[in-house]
């Protein structure tokens, strides 16, 4: 959702860890400038797409403290991603002890709430080997870069999304729909142009067959009277952290949360009286004021920011910031 602020994700921290993978071992955490990166021409990754990454952020809570949030969650998918790539796994107490070091040593960026340190971890195939296609990269290159980042929205306020619904063309393919790795946005990148260009629509909610599954880089979430309703996790879309946090909420608000497959039809005849929001965590939860279908424009509720996406989005602000107490045990402090 890069197009509402233009300034989200052009910054950056000074330091980050690294860790090179060679011969199967991982070389010890190394602290770096963030600069230039030396790579080969022949980079398995430039050639063959070996890479992933994660994203998680970093909040300054109301004490003055900065928090990580959900970090395990994080570390534990950026491990399927790789896994799922053929790249190496990084082991979790490596990538959790690199994440934490990076944070700690950019603390001094966390920007008060409703600013953030978004942290972005990334894994290359780095081996020189055009030759590479059919074997993965025997070399890889972990780093973890972090970036201060303002209101997602610019400005403090909240504003309604337009979106399209691509009821044909995928996202991606179903062995990489759970996967977080730059050739899904490179398939997905198309289709969003086309999109924006011909109607004005910042986000495409994919549905290839008339079933939903997220939008480009966000998980769809439904809040009506009957409750929450969102698409049940079968490794098309990508199981988001705040997509789960969500719903963790709101089940604890007393919500009836529904998981399960969704269509089109179903999100029409849901827009009259209810809310469409997209979760992730650069945006936390955005809502779709205008959906276009079949290329009509239709108002979800009165077109404008609904009382539940807004009541859930502060919901899950307050425990990011310790505003709220942190009862599932989402967030672990960084000291300086
Ligand atoms: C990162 C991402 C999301 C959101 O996941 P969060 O864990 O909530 O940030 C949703 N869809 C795609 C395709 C993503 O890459």
């Keep these: 959702m890069s197009s509402v602020s233009k300034k989200f994700g052009k910054k950056f921290g000074e330091r980050m860890a690294t860790s090179r993978w060679s011969s199967g071992e991982w070389a010890p955490l190394s602290m770096e400038k963030v600069e230039e990166l030396s790579l080969h021409p022949a980079s ?5 797409g070996s890479a992933c990454f994660e994203g998680l952020k970093t909040h300054r809570g109301v004490d003055g403290h900065a928090r990580i949030f959900r970090l395990d969650r994080h570390v534990e998918r950026m491990r399927r991603s790789a896994e799922t790539l053929c790249l190496p796994i990084p082991p979790s107490e490596l990538l959790t002890e690199m994440i934490l070091a990076t944070v700690q040593a950019n603390v001094h960026l966390v920007p008060d709430s409703p600013g953030s340190l978004y942290v972005r971890p990334t894994l290359i195939g780095t081996e020189p080997n055009i030759g590479g296609a059919l074997s993965p990269a025997g070399e890889a290159l972990l780093f973890i870069l972090c970036s201060p980042v303002g ?3 610019g400005g403090g306020g909240i504003r309604a999304l337009r979106a399209t619904i691509e009821r044909e063309k995928p996202r991606t393919t179903p062995r990489f729909g759970g996967v977080k790795a730059g ?3 490179a398939m997905a990148l198309g289709v969003t142009v086309e999109a924006k260009r011909r109607l004005g629509a910042e986000q495409v909610i994919f549905a290839p067959g008339g079933r939903i599954q997220e939008a480009g880089a966000s998980n769809l979430l439904l809040f009506g009277p009957a409750g929450v309703l969102t698409p049940e996790v079968d490794g098309s879309f ?10 963790t909420l709101a089940r604890d608000l007393g919500y009836e949360v529904a998981e399960r497959p969704v269509t089109v039809d179903e999100v029409l005849d849901w827009i009259p009286k209810g809310e469409i929001a997209l979760s992730g965590t650069a945006a936390v939860l955005a809502p779709v ?16 920011v609904g009382p539940i996406t807004l009541k859930l989005r502060q919901a ?3 425990v990011q910031t310790a505003r709220s107490e942190d009862r599932f045990g989402w967030t672990r402090v960084v000291e300086a």
């Design 151 to 153: 209101d997602y929205f």
């Design 44 to 48: 398995h990754v430039l050639h063959y």
């Design 316 to 318: 899950l602000m307050d």
């Design 289 to 304: 004021g205008t959906l276009f279908v079949n290329g009509e424009e239709r108002s979800v509720g009165d077109g404008g």
């Design 238 to 247: 990508l199981e988001g952290v705040t997509r789960d946090s969500i719903l």
């Design 183 to 185: 050739a899904n946005y």
